[in-house]
């Protein structure tokens, strides 16, 4: 704790970077998930193995993906920001097709009797029903990325993680406490923030 109040500006500066790469990453994961997920919630053959390649993908441990990703990308942002990507597919992309797939049939039926398109049906019926699973998708994948981003100490990319890896480098036990509790402090707020608007949500439907 003293090494957080002596150093306020440092530990927000460095939570504010950890931010903006969970933020980019999760923005960037959500693009790539939400076509990922409309294949797969069709159903067909290949959803299976798509869920079943996001869900190996994320049983990697954490390091040993960034130490690959070391050797493609070398040190800094990229190899941690990649791998949050790929963490957070298999969160994303399961809560969308739950939310596709819970859409009641019936539903679907009205829109097409109404003339509806199936792209019309999918971005004016089927994810406006589907965004309560969605945003659960993204409230669990945001909390996981932002425990995973302090890693970003280890590969150089900055963040809270640098405040814990320093402190374990120089034995400094007042930054290990300072970068843990800012890391948990920032999951909580971002855990409450999105439950938040779930319920919103479903409270609407």
């Known amino acids: 704790m003293r090494y957080l109040a002596l150093h306020p500006g440092t530990v927000a500066a460095l939570g504010a970077a950890h931010l903006a790469i969970v933020v980019a990453a999760l923005a960037v994961a959500l693009a790539i998930a939400l076509p990922l997920g409309v294949v797969a919630a069709r159903g067909g053959r290949g959803a299976g193995f798509l869920l079943g390649t996001l869900g190996a993908i994320y049983t990697i441990p954490s390091l040993a993906l960034l130490a690959l990703l070391v050797q493609a990308f070398g040190l800094g942002v990229a190899p941690l920001f990649v791998a949050l990507i790929a963490y957070a597919q298999f969160m994303l992309v399961r809560n969308i097709v739950a939310g596709l797939r819970g859409v009641a049939p019936a539903v679907l039926d009205a829109g097409r009797g109404m003339g509806m398109t199936p792209r019309e ?85």
Do not use: W
């Not at 890693?151 to 480098?169: E, N, R, S, T």
């Not at 920032?186 to 609407?204: D, T």
């Open 121 to 205: 049906l999918l971005v004016r019926v089927e994810f406006p029903l589907a965004l309560p699973a969605i945003v659960g998708g993204i409230r669990i994948a945001a909390v996981a990325m932002v425990a995973l981003a302090t890693l970003g100490g280890y590969v150089g990319a900055g963040g809270l993680g640098k405040l814990i890896f320093d402190g374990l480098a120089l034995q400094h036990d007042d930054e290990i406490v300072a970068g843990s509790l800012a890391v948990c402090v920032l999951a909580i707020a971002i855990e409450v923030a999105l439950r938040s608007l779930e319920r919103r949500l479903r409270a609407n439907e």
